[in-house]
């Protein structure tokens, strides 16, 4: 699997205007998008307990919104900045849902992408059998 530099990525290629995707279609590429980028990934702390203000500015160089940001094809689509308040809206997902896909109480930096795949598959928050099954290749 190639290993993409986010920065580069916003530098070689071209956005593509005229492209539609589907809420599962974004929340897909984002997954994948985080499998292929070569750097460290954090999950997002604590969450549950920021204020909404504090939480909707939440941006950082390791969060998952930063690689989702560097992406050419979800700029063209209209993704705004890498605050948690733009991939929020981008990607139509509540406070609950960025809780229990991305924060360090229920993920790890490298779950992340495995955990939006399965939601983007099954619109449901993946749990440990989920996980498991994936791990064995039953899911």
Do not use: N
């Amino acid at each position: 699997m190639k290993r993409s530099d986010p920065l580069e990525m916003q530098v070689t290629a071209e956005p593509i205007a005229h492209l539609a995707m589907t809420r599962s279609e974004r929340i897909e590429r984002w997954a994948t998008l985080l499998e292929e980028y070569d750097g460290r990934i954090s999950p997002l702390p604590g969450i549950e307990y920021m204020p909404d203000a504090e939480r909707r500015e939440l941006a950082g160089p390791y969060y998952p919104m930063t690689v989702a940001f560097a992406d050419p094809v979800f700029r063209a689509l209209g993704l705004k900045g890498d605050r948690l308040s733009d991939a929020m809206d981008f990607f139509e997902m509540t406070v609950e849902d960025i809780h229990e896909l991305m924060c360090e109480c229920v993920s790890t930096g490298t779950m992340i992408a495995g955990r939006l795949h399965s939601y983007a598959k099954t619109g449901r928050y993946p749990g440990f059998w989920d996980h498991a099954r994936s791990i064995l290749g039953r899911g």
